[in-house]
T-cell receptor, first 116, second 118 residues
Framework: DTEVTQTPKHLVMGMTNKKSLKCEQH?????MYWYKQKAKKPPELMFV???????INESVPSRFSPECPNSSLLNLHLHALQPEDSALYLC???????????????FGPGTRLTVT | AQSVAQPEDQVNVAEGNPLTVKCTYS??????LFWYVQYPNRGLQFLLK??????LVKGSYGFEAEFNKSQTSFHLKKPSALVSDSALYFC????????????????FGKGTKLSVIP
């Protein structure tokens, strides 16, 4: 099973709201990722968790707050977002960097976020 | 620093004809190369990868890719295109060497939109 699930599929929120995106995988992967994707553009890496610890933060504004409660779950907490944050948010997972592979990332279907 | 170039924003091909989507890369060490496909309003689906070994890699849905080290290319191919292959295709690269937290970070090309015409 190579499935990564994400909830919700769609989210509309105001600039003063607090919401969370959720991601889950049961492939035993120890690296999990959040990406932001604008229409017809490649995914932009936001955060990487490796063995449940935040290992990469690509200078993402503090209104995005990631959390990795355990090796299967990844959350992205949203607060005081701006309209330009509207995008498709993708979660992905892969084997951790200490593994011998395989090395591909598996992506979830994404959450379509609209900030009004 | 690693980089990926997909020189074509769009590729149009007639159904039943062979298709090629081009990708060239630049890494400091040995490359790990990947192709992903994205259908509208969906996540990225893994198609195939090159790690080592045979230069011709076979993947999902009848796709294959040819690794060419001298030309630093990894072109995606399919012998006979289907209308259902119409989608956005991304090439990605990861440097082979382990250098800490960033070693498994993928660098994506800008994407190529493939349109298969009935």
């Amino acid at each position: 099973d190579t499935e990564v699930t994400q909830t919700p599929k769609h989210l509309v929120m105001g600039m003063t709201n607090k919401k969370s995106l959720k991601c889950e995988q049961h492939m035993g992967h120890r690296a999990m990722y959040w990406y932001k994707q604008k229409a017809k553009k490649p995914p932009e890496l936001m955060f990487v968790y490796s063995y449940e610890k935040l290992s990469i933060n690509e200078s993402v504004p503090s209104r995005f707050s990631p959390e990795c409660p355990n090796s299967s779950l990844l959350n992205l907490h949203l607060h005081a977002l701006q309209p330009e944050d509207s995008a498709l948010y993708l979660c992905a997972s892969s084997q951790g960097p200490r593994s011998r592979g395989p090395y591909e990332q598996y992506f979830g279907p994404g959450t379509r976020l609209t900030v009004t | 620093a690693q980089s990926v170039a997909q020189p074509e924003d769009q590729v149009n091909v007639a159904e039943g004809n062979p298709l090629t989507v081009k990708c060239t890369y630049s890494v400091s060490g040995n490359p790990y190369l990947f192709w992903y496909v994205q259908y509208p309003n969906r996540g990225l689906q893994f198609l195939l990868k090159y790690i080592t070994g045979d230069n011709l890699v076979k993947g999902s849905y009848g796709f294959e890719a040819e690794f060419n080290k001298s030309q630093t290319s990894f072109h995606l191919k399919k012998p006979s295109a289907l209308v259902s292959d119409s989608a956005l295709y991304f090439c990605a690269v990861r440097d082979w060497g382990y250098s800490g937290a960033g070693s498994y970070q993928l660098t994506f090309g800008k994407g190529t939109k493939l349109s298969v015409i009935p």
